[in-house]
C-alpha cells in the first residue's frame, strides 16, 4: 500500500460524528467539522492551508422570441472548491504550470448533495480533501525538483497570509416569481414583432438566489448570501448587402426585490431594434484617423474594456525553460508609477460603496473569493498608476492582498477584478462642448468629419465564431466593435455608418484623452474573463460597475471590416404581424 493510499484509509477510518456545531445549516457543519479532522493530515507532506468552499444557488431562467418562449428553466445547485496548499506560505504548489494537474489514480468524487446530509457532505469533503492532498503533493515534487534546475532573479512567496474574517449572514432571500417573468419576457420579445428589418431576437431572464460558503484552515468563515438578476435583450438586422448587424442591452439588479421595471425594460427593447433598423439602413463607414468622442454608455465601456481589465496584476507561473504559455498579461505590466491618463484624471475602485447619487451600485461585495474583506484602491492618481487590483497571490512590489479575488484563475490563484471604478475628471466640461471641439479639431486638421460613437458592443452578444474571427484579424488583441459609430460634420449633422473597427486602440491610448465630460454615465456589466466579456461566456461571473465622464480621444484609427458576408435571404421575410403580431 503507498503511502498516497494510506492518507485515504487513515481518513476513512473515522465514523462521522454528530455535527459539532449548530445544526441550523448542515452544510456549514460538515464544512467546519471536516475541515478540522483534515488538518490533522500527517501523511508525506504538512498541508499548511486547507480552504473549503461552496457556491449554493436556486435559479430560475426563460428565454423567448417573438412572443413565444424558448424555454424555462429552474435548477438547484452545489458547486464545491476544495485547495490544499503543503509547504510554506513562502513556497508551496501553485504558481506552477503543473500546479493544476493531477497525472496519478484518484478517487472519484461525486457530486456536492443536494439535500442537507450531514454524512453524505462530509464524504464528499473527505474525498476531495484527499484528492486536492494528493495533487498538491505531487505539484510541489515536481515544483521543487524543476527550481533545482533553473534560476531565478526574483524570488516571491507563493501565498499571502491573510487575517481571519468572521461572516456569517443567515438573511433569506425573496423569492423570484418566475410564472411572472416567464410572462413578461415573452411580452416583451413580442415588441420585435414591429420591426421587420430584425431578423432574429431573443429575450431571456435569469433569477439566482445565492449563498456562498468559505471557510478555511486560517480561521476564516463566511457565509454570505447573494441575489442578482439580470434580462438580456438581443437581436440581429441584415443590411441589403448581406452585413450582419447586432446590438443588445442587460439590464441588472443585485436586489431580487427591486428587479427591472416593466418601462425600463420596453424601452430598452425598443432601442435595441431601433438601433437595428437604423443600422440596416445606415452606409457602411471608411477608414477614419483622428479625434474620437466617446459619449456617455460608450466611454464607461471604453473605461472598462482598456483600463479596468488592465488593473488585474498577473503572475507567470514557474516552468520549464524554453516553454511558453498563451497568457493573458496586463498591458500596465510594469507601468506602475507612469502617467497612464491625463494628469486631472483619477481613478477608484471601491467595492464598499453600496449606492451612488441615490442609485444602487452593482459592484459591491462584503468579501471577496479569498476571504478577504475589501478596501478603496486609489488606482490612478493624477494621471499616474499607483496601485493594482490584488488577490493573495503574491506580485512585485505588494505586500498584502486588497480583496480583489473575484474570479477563478490559474495555477492555484483566483482572478482579480474590478468592483465600483470610479473615474474622476478635475477639468470636466458640459457634453455639448466636447462635441464642440471634436468639430473643430476636424476644421483645424482639414478633416471632412469627426467620429461619434454612442455604444460599443462590450459585453460582446456574438458568436464564438465571430470573436475568434476578430481576434484573429487582430493578431490576438483587440478591443470590442463599436456598435453606434456617427460622423460628426462641421455643422454639427450626424450621420449612422456601420461595419467599423478599431485598429491599434489598446490601453496607452487613454494617455492621448483631450477633455472629458462634466457629468458621468453608469454602467452595468457582469465580468467572466472571456474575451470581450463575451454574454454567456464561463461558469463564474463578477458584478461590476463603472462611472465614468465622455471622453475625446485623440488620433485613433478604425477600418472597414472586411469580412464575407453571408447573402440576403432570397424571399423576404413573412408579415410577422399579420402572422400573430399585435
Known sequence: MTRAAIAVVVLASCAWAQPKTSPG??????????????????????????????????QVSAAASLGALLNSNRSRFRIPRVQVRVGSYQLDNTNFVGADFYMGTRYEVDRLPLDDSYGALRRHFWLATDMAYKAAVEAFSRKRALLRTVSTTETLPDFYPAKPVELLDFTPLPEVNAAAWRERVRKLSALFLRYPKVIGSVVDYTAARDVQYLINSEGTRVRQPSGVMFVRIRAVSQAPDGMTLRDAAVLHTRDLARPPEERDLEEAAR????????????????????????????????????LGRNLA??????MPPGRSLPLRTSELEGRLGVRILPEWIDVVDDPTQKEWRGRPLFGHYRVDMEGVRPEPVVVVEKGILKSFLLTRQPVRGFQASNGRARLPGNFGAKAAAISNLFVRAAQGVPAAELKKRL??????????????????DFPSSASWDEVRRQLGAAGGSAVSSPVLVYRVYPDGREELVRGMRFRNFNVRSLRD?????????????????????????????????????????????????????LRPPLVPPPPLLALGGH
Not at 41 to 54: Q, S
Open 439 to 456: 468639430v473643430e479639431l476636424c476644421r483645424q486638421r482639414d478633416k471632412p468629419y469627426g467620429i461619434l460613437v454612442r455604444k460599443m
Open 25 to 58: 445549516d448542515v452544510l456549514l457543519a460538515a464544512m467546519r467539522d471536516e475541515l478540522e479532522r483534515s488538518r490533522a493530515l500527517r501523511i508525506i507532506e504538512v498541508p499548511y492551508f486547507i480552504e473549503y468552499a461552496v457556491d449554493q444557488g436556486d
Open 313 to 318: 496584476a498577473t503572475r507567470r507561473p514557474v
Open 513 to 565: 484623452i483631450l477633455a472629458a465630460s462634466d457629468d458621468v454615465h453608469v454602467f452595468d456589466y457582469m465580468e467572466n474573463g472571456a474575451p470581450f466579456a463575451l454574454m454567456g461566456a464561463g461558469a463564474y461571473v463578477a458584478e461590476c460597475t463603472v462611472v465614468a465622464p465622455s471622453i475625446l480621444v485623440d488620433d485613433l484609427e478604425l477600418d472597414k471590416v472586411e469580412e464575407e458576408i
Open 271 to 306: 432601442r435595441v431594434a431601433e438601433n437595428l433598423t437604423a443600422l440596416a439602413e445606415a452606409p457602411v463607414g471608411e477608414a477614419y484617423t483622428g479625434p474620437v468622442l466617446f459619449e456617455g454608455e460608450a466611454a464607461a465601456q471604453i473605461f472598462a474594456e482598456l
